[in-house]
């Protein structure tokens, strides 16, 4: 197999060092996860409650929360899931004012009905005294797919073996948009956080504070077999999964979302206009989406250039994506998305499209971004480090 890079002396020193920092970190707790059925996206599986009841959570480093959908939200798509009930769980604690979870600077407001309203930075929205029934405050959230509600809890969680007793999460009541989604019970965020509600409410920064975990480090292991095992590990990274020459880490860009600067993408050896001179170009790393996604004034100038035929005739000459970045010690790698990972097709490979979504949050204004998800994750194997404000990427082992 062709390799990613050519390795120098000076290179596999490097690595060697880097390697050696996170050698403490191999040891982890490690949790299985599975591919859901028609998606491309991944569910492990956390227990909640007491007695504990099983819930299929979507992994999802481009959010923060740990969201359950309620046995109140009125959907069809709801009750076809496990959902979350609060009042059959002895360990259930209902929170009412959710105010000392917005910070001081939240814009202040009043809604259609007269209720006050706080907005924090990171567009959370809190109704004080919002639910009708119970006076509680509620928060709205808005997710890539749709918008929720949520009220608040108090309850006992466990993740593999580890528990925490009074883990702060949130019942959606209402969910709007695509958010709600038959394949997962509800979402557990990893994304980057520091305070208020969405550290409150994410379950890293959770164990870590409580002491059972002794890092904020996690990584993923998407297998290229969909029958087979995907693994998340927490406190480290397991190193049988990963051909450690390969293994750079990259600074983040912002501390914003998972996210680090890339500095070319290329179809074959061809440029592909995406990203744009005057501004940073950077990958949102996000195991809650599945193909490469583009802003959507971006996606016909990829379509263009990826010409798929959709009998999948051309499919034997289609070309590598080639993503370029930097590494943190100043050396250029080259991550390749090959078309199996970039191209939807059927069994016998008759039925063809070009695998990318347009997603609107991406239109930041201040830089140019794409989001490389699972897909893109199959290949790497991907470590998220909290401590050091950075990932670390590397081919993925498949045997």
């Known amino acids: 197999m062709k390799k990613l890079y050519k390795a120098s002396a000076s290179s596999k020193a490097k690595n060697k060092a880097r390697l050696n920092n996170y050698k403490k970190l191999t040891t982890s707790t490690k949790i299985e996860l599975t591919r859901a059925e028609a998606q491309l996206l991944y569910v492990g599986k956390i227990s909640v409650g007491t007695p504990p009841v099983s819930y299929k959570m979507l992994i999802d480093t481009g959010s923060s929360n740990l969201v359950l959908s309620s046995e109140r939200c009125p959907t069809n798509q709801c009750q076809e899931k496990q959902v979350y009930k609060a009042s059959e769980s002895s360990s259930s604690v209902k929170l009412k004012d959710l105010s000392e979870f917005f910070p001081k600077n939240s814009e202040k407001s009043k809604n259609s009905e007269g209720k006050t309203t706080l907005t924090d930075e990171d567009g959370n929205v809190l109704i004080q005294d919002g639910d009708k029934d119970t006076k509680r405050d509620l928060v709205e959230m808005t997710y890539g797919a749709g918008t929720i509600e949520c009220l608040a809890n108090k309850d006992k969680v466990c993740f593999g073996k580890i528990c925490i007793d009074e883990m702060m999460i949130l019942e959606s009541i209402e969910e709007k948009g695509s958010y709600s989604n038959e394949f997962f019970d509800g979402i557990l965020g990893l994304d980057f956080v520091f305070d208020g509600l969405d550290a409150k409410t994410n379950l890293l920064n959770t164990l870590y504070e409580e002491g059972k975990i002794s890092n904020t480090i996690f990584s993923f292991y998407f297998n290229i077999d969909d029958s087979l095992p995907s693994e998340l590990s927490l406190g480290g990274y397991n190193e049988a999964k990963v051909k450690k020459e390969t293994l750079h880490f990259y600074k983040l860009f912002t501390n914003e979302y998972w996210e680090i600067k890339i500095t070319e993408i290329l179809y074959g050896d061809k440029v592909i206009p995406l990203c744009d001179k005057d501004l940073p170009c950077t990958a949102i790393i996000d195991s809650g989406t599945g193909p490469l996604a583009v802003e959507p004034s971006k996606l016909k100038m990829l379509q263009d250039t990826i010409d798929v035929s959709s009998d999948c005739s051309n499919f034997s000459t289609l070309k590598d994506i080639r993503i370029k970045s930097v590494d943190n010690e100043g050396e250029d790698v080259v991550f390749k998305i090959p078309k199996e990972l970039y191209i939807g097709a059927n069994?016998?490979?008759?039925?063809?499209?070009?695998?990318?979504?347009?997603?609107?949050?991406?239109?930041?204004?201040?830089?140019?971004?794409?989001?490389?998800g699972s897909q893109f994750m199959k290949k790497y194997y991907s470590v998220f480090d909290k401590e050091n404000n950075q990932i670390g990427l590397g081919e993925a082992v498949h045997n």
Do not use: A, K, Q, T
């Open 347 to 372: 069994e016998n490979i008759s039925d063809c499209e070009l695998g990318v979504l347009d997603v609107d949050i991406l239109e930041f204004g201040n830089r140019r971004s794409i989001i490389l």
